[in-house]
């Protein structure tokens, strides 16, 4: 399986970008394809869209870390504890 988030994978999301564009908002792309934008506007978008999952990937992490670093001592009396 491709890891499209890889750096390396980049001109792979852009044709997909392009490609949901030209399918969702055909309009939107034909005006951006006449003015010379296309390309400006799909880098654009990569990088807010790596952004979001580059912090909703650290976000989870943390998650991830406070959930399976909590231990503690079942046997343990946290009242008794002489700190």
């Known amino acids: 399986m491709i890891d499209l988030t890889d750096d390396s994978q980049k ?9 949901a564009l030209q ?3 055909p309009n939107t792309y034909t005006e951006l394809e006449s003015t010379g934008n296309v390309q400006q506007f799909l880098e654009a978008r990569d990088a807010e869209m790596m ?3 580059n912090e909703a990937k650290n976000k989870v992490w943390e998650e991830t870390m406070s959930t399976f670093l909590e231990f503690f001592d079942p046997n343990c009396d946290e009242t008794s504890s002489p700190m």
Request: net charge positive; no cysteine.
């Open 11 to 19: 001109q792979n999301r852009l044709t997909i970008m392009r490609k």
């Open 23 to 25: 399918d969702k908002a």
């Open 51 to 53: 952004l979001s999952f």
